[in-house]
Every structure is written in structure tokens, then in C-alpha cells.
């Protein structure tokens, strides 16, 4: 359990550190889109096998699963990259509600329909994640 404790600020911090790092180099949002997707996908692989966690090799079903979360990804960029040209958009509350929206919708998404068992206390950090959102995305 404390193990999983503290993967979580580790892949918060990732989510936070990809668009920073693509906006002040100044590249392309897709680009950079592709470049952050592509090497955090590298460095989960290397994780999983220098831990021990390398999975077999997926079923039909996670394979579709896959390729649906590919499509919604890659909707997902252009829907991110044409929101962080537009000028009238408010970077400072769009990006981290992006983030943990993020975390929110894959938590949603994994016990829903992939039916992982949901604990009280995920519950918790999932409303407080939630309104934590709410609240920057209504100020003014």
C-alpha cells in the first residue's frame, strides 16, 4: 500500500512537469504531445521490467482497451493543443484542471469498465480531486 502511495506524486508530478517542460521550449503542441507520450512510455516499460511487474502478453479485450484509449489520447492532443493556442483560454486554470481531470477520468474509467474494486478512501481523494476542480475552474 505504501508503495502505491508513492507512485502517486511521482505520476502527479509527471503530469505537471510535460506541459511545463513543452511550453517553455517552445515547440509544437503535438510534438510535444508525441514526444512526452512516447518517452513516458519508454520509461513505464523500463519500470515494469527493472521492478519485476512485466505483464504477459495482453488478451484481444486489452488490446481493444488499448486502442480506444489511443483514439481518445490522440483526440484528446489535438483538443489540448487548439484550447492552448487559443488566447481567450486561461492557461493557469485550463492546464491543472487538465491534469487532474485526467487522473479523475482514468480512476472513473478503471472502475467502471475495466470493474476494479473501488475503496472508501479512493472515493475520498476522487471527490476532493473533483472539487478541487470545480473550485479553480469557477473563479474569476
Known sequence: MFKSLL???VIATC?????TAIAYTGINSAWG??????TTTVAVMVWGVVSGNVAITPDSR???FMVVAG????????????AMSDP???KV??????????VIFSALIAWFVLKEPVS?????WLAAAAFCVVMATTQK
Not at 481518445?72 to 489540448?80: K, L, R, S
Open 120 to 124: 472508501l478512501r479512493q472515493g475520498v
Open 15 to 19: 503530469y505537471a512537469i510535460w506541459p
Open 7 to 9: 507512485t502517486v506524486p
Open 71 to 82: 483514439l481518445i489520447n490522440g483526440i484528446g492532443i489535438v483538443y489540448h493543443s487548439k
Open 62 to 64: 486489452s488490446v481493444v
Open 93 to 102: 486554470i485550463f492546464q491543472p484542471s487538465m491534469a487532474v481531470g485526467m
Open 88 to 90: 481567450e483560454v486561461v
Open 33 to 38: 504531445g508525441f514526444i512526452a507520450m512516447f
